[in-house]
């Protein structure tokens, strides 16, 4: 009862912003914009705030990154040969591979630390976000341009350099590692800016959550479910299991264990399906690999803490 707790409103206050939108309490303009909004100020806003106001030598995990960087890893090399096997086109290809590893990090993974783990786990796992989402963002690009033989040319080049740009100035990498940089020298918060930083940060997940809702079209979710669900399987149980056993392996255990599986069992990214418009991919698979991912994690995740409590880890 205490992991559904942790993990299902997470997915009901989702649930709401799907519920809010159908009855047309949201619209398709002001979900646009409260994205806009959460991806560039607020969600920045609360990564900086709780990882510059932590103590960076107990925040930082090496064992965290080190185990989500083999578990992607070895998903995304798999990915490439099984999507081959399903017989699918250069662009299907690229959307399911990016599918299989590319995880919510931000919009799932922290509100859902933060309700089963507490502040101190939030912030470790602002931490892991910033090291993770630069090798998620190059990892999608390599999956949606090498499926095809003309990736590297024209407009394929052309993409790969916008999104690299994108990459190197994407505000929660950069909010990260500034928060990071902020800890590591422990440079004292000035009260005003703290305050400040605490209102953006409390109005972030639950906006968050409500636009991933929002953002939802399940009609989309009718048309390539096999691969979809294929691509899912993927990524909340393959990666996940993976990540689980490479982080046993280096004797990782207790709340950090727990982090680790929240945010490597996280679904898909929404942020897959606009890549998959700009470089190639099929847009209409990579939305239905998001919906039916992010559908089944809410048992999955719920699943795999409790058979890390059963375990004894």
Known sequence: ????????????????????????FIDE???QTANALVYYLLLPALLFYEIGTSDFSQAFNGTLVLGGYA?????????????????????ERGSFIQGSFRANLAYVGLPIVLNAVGGEGLRKAGILLGFMVP???VFAIMALLLPHKEGSRGGGRESARRIAIQIAVNPL????????????FKIPMPVIAGKTLAILSSATLPL?????????SFERARSGFRPAAAASAMKIVLLTGIGIAAYRWMGLSGDDLRIGAIMLGCPTAVIT????????GDPGLAGTIVIVSTAASAFTISGWLFFLRAMGW
């Open 208 to 216: 968050s959550l409500l636009c991933l809702g929002g953002s939802f």
């Open 71 to 91: 578990a992607t890893a070895a998903v995304f090399l798999l990915a490439f040969p099984l999507s081959r096997f399903l017989g699918l086109s250069p662009g």
């Open 135 to 137: 090798l998620l963002n």
């Open 1 to 24: 009862m205490e992991i559904l707790q942790s993990v299902f409103p997470v997915f009901l206050v989702i649930a709401i912003g799907s519920a809010a939108r159908r009855y047309r």
């Open 29 to 31: 303009p002001f979900v």
């Open 173 to 184: 990498i950069l909010s990260s590692f500034a928060g990071i940089g902020w800890s590591l």
């Open 273 to 280: 399906y606009v890549m998959a418009s700009q470089l190639k």
